[in-house]
């Protein structure tokens, strides 16, 4: 139980190109999905925090107009990287949980490696 | 700044041993604590998780909370070479809602 989805594994695109990377609950429903970005050799940095049918909630210097989230539904919440550009190449990982709360754990996606040129 | 603190390593043990990791916290107000163990380019994966103190045990793994001295374990038993990755320490931070992260200790179990 507790499958997280997330597509696509790997981009690779011209500086200037929007990505979307989506991240979906596969056997349960996901009040809370959670985004982070990993660089090499460091740990996770979360970015923000969705929950379906609301705002999200941007960590202190991540750009939201840069990094546009979604979460329509239950299962399914987006991450658009607009505009992208080399330094925003990343390891980027989604989460989910069923409550969002401290009582329940995350379970995370495989992640999307993002490589702009 | 609420932290989570935890040794890089490496830490290296012979197959068949104990591995033990741990992990400090510096907000009292945390309830909860995830293990999570993440392979070289993967997305991490949970381990376990402890509320309460003292030991929570499944398999091969124990975690070990102690509030007061702010600390928490994990004890790998029997170890394999497939248990050689990064182990991530993390927080629930309850007036934030989110996870505080350690940085990770780096195991190498050798054959």
């Known amino acids: 139980g507790a499958v997280v989805s997330q597509h696509p594994s790997r981009v690779i695109c011209k500086s200037g190109t929007s990505v979307k990377i989506e991240c979906r609950s596969l056997d349960f429903q996901a009040t809370t999905m959670f985004w982070y970005r990993q660089f090499p050799k460091q740990s996770l940095m979360l970015m923000a925090t969705s929950n379906e049918g609301s705002k999200a909630t941007y960590e202190q210097g991540v750009e939201k107009d840069k990094f546009l989230i979604n979460h329509a539904s239950l299962t399914l919440s987006t991450l658009t990287v607009t505009s992208a550009h080399p330094e925003d190449s990343s390891f980027y990982i989604c989460?989910?949980?069923?409550?969002?709360?401290?009582?329940?754990?995350?379970?995370f996606g495989d992640g999307t490696r993002l490589s702009i040129l | 700044q609420k932290e989570v603190e935890q040794n890089s390593g490496p830490l290296s043990v012979p197959e068949g041993a104990i591995a033990s990791l741990n992990c400090t916290y510096s907000?009292?107000?945390?309830?909860?604590f995830f293990w999570y163990r993440q392979y070289s380019g993967k997305s991490p994966e949970l381990i376990m998780f402890i509320y309460s103190n003292g030991d929570k045990e499944d398999g091969r793994f124990t975690a070990q909370l102690n509030k007061a001295s702010q600390y928490v374990s994990l004890l790998i038993r029997d170890s394999q070479p497939s248990d050689s990755a990064t182990y991530l320490c993390a927080a629930w931070a309850g007036n934030n809602r989110k996870l505080i992260w350690g940085l990770g200790t780096s195991l190498a179990v050798n054959p």
């Open positions: 989460s989910a949980s069923t409550t969002g709360g401290q009582d329940q754990p995350q379970h």
């Open positions: 907000d009292r107000g945390s309830q909860s």
